[in-house]
């Protein structure tokens, strides 16, 4: 099952949108992402937009390895407040 699909959208005043839609995070959704994101910005992508409506979670380290693919490097994504 694909959790990752693309497609391309064009805005007014902005270009080319890739959409990149992940219906659940999995072990495999980062590699899945920046496989994405390579392949829209070889379209002609010059922004993205990650639809995650309806996602209803998924494994925790999906998430943040993809979070990590938009973020500062060293910085946390997640912490535990006990």
Do not use: C, Q, W
């Not at 980062?30 to 994405?36: E, I, N, P, R």
């Amino acid at each position: 099952v694909t959790s990752v699909k693309t497609y391309m959208s064009e805005k007014a005043g902005v270009g080319k949108v890739g959409v990149i839609r992940i219906k659940s995070f999995s072990g495999t959704t980062a590699d899945s992402v920046k496989k994405a994101i390579e392949d829209l910005k070889k379209k002609g992508a010059v922004a993205f937009v990650l639809d995650v409506r309806n996602n209803p979670g998924g494994l925790l380290p999906g998430g943040i390895d993809t979070a990590s693919l938009f973020l500062d490097a060293n910085k946390p994504v997640v912490f535990e407040v006990n």
